[in-house]
């Protein structure tokens, strides 16, 4: 059974630019979270994909933007980097009808803006 | 004033000692979890708790929900252990809320 995955796992970008990360969620789960993980501090929640909505938004501005597809796969877009933006973007799955107040988390993708 | 407090930030124990990270947290919840993460990212889960106590293994969590206090405890302690230990709650809107972590260090 296969885990959360994401890709890329590494990812090099410059101011400006726009990136793309995404997210397969563990075999079963339906809900995908996004998390933004500055060094040295705890992640924070970037918004959360349910059905293929946006069912909850962290206090994130809107060049952060989601999708999540019918097999229940997600992506993260990131539009006009900055370089506050580095950092580690962990994706979690769960399920509610499993305990839904656990996340199972991906491995990450590291972003840099340089 | 964060929503969620750790203590402490920064800890190096001896091989075999008892450790004890604390979480306090300010918001009603529907549980609390505790997660380790190790260099390079990834994060486990190793407890979720809305009362009472959970063993496994060497790791014991304990939390009192009057008090909003919990703390993880590691008996017998390895190097192995050496992560970053992440406390989190849910307070029923979907999403984890994070303390910034404890970071551990054991020394053979």
């Known amino acids: 059974d296969a885990g959360v995955t994401q890709s890329p796992t590494h990812l090099i970008k410059t101011r400006g630019q726009q990136v793309t990360l995404r997210c397969s969620p563990k075999s079963g789960h339906d809900t995908v979270s996004w998390y933004q993980q500055a060094l040295g501090q705890g992640p924070q929640f970037i918004f959360q994909?349910?059905?293929?909505?946006?069912?909850q938004r962290g206090n994130f501005p809107d060049r952060f933007s989601g999708h999540q597809f019918p097999n229940y796969s997600s992506e993260l877009n990131v539009n006009a980097l900055l370089l506050g933006d580095s950092a580690l973007y962990l994706c979690?799955?769960?399920?509610?009808?499993?305990?839904?107040?656990?996340?199972?988390f991906g491995p990450g993708t590291r972003l840099t803006v340089l | 004033k964060n929503e969620v407090e750790q203590s402490p930030q920064n800890l190096t124990a001896q091989e075999g000692e008892f450790i004890t990270i604390n979480c306090s947290y300010s918001?009603?919840?529907?549980?609390l979890h505790w997660l380790q993460q190790h260099p390079g990212g990834g994060i486990v889960s190793l407890f979720m708790?809305?009362?009472g106590k959970k063993k496994h293994g060497r790791l014991i969590a304990t939390i009192n929900i009057q008090e909003k206090h919990s703390s993880l405890h590691i008996t017998a302690s390895h190097p192995r252990d050496s992560a970053v230990y992440i406390c989190?709650?849910?307070?029923?809107?979907?999403?984890?809320?994070f303390g910034t972590g404890t970071r551990l260090k054991v020394l053979a």
């Open positions: 989190a709650v849910t307070s029923g809107t979907y999403k984890y809320i």
């Open positions: 918001v009603g919840i529907s549980a």
């Open positions: 708790l809305s009362s």
């Open positions: 994909y349910y059905e293929e909505e946006e069912r």
């Open positions: 979690a799955s769960s399920s509610p009808t499993g305990g839904g107040d656990t996340q199972y």
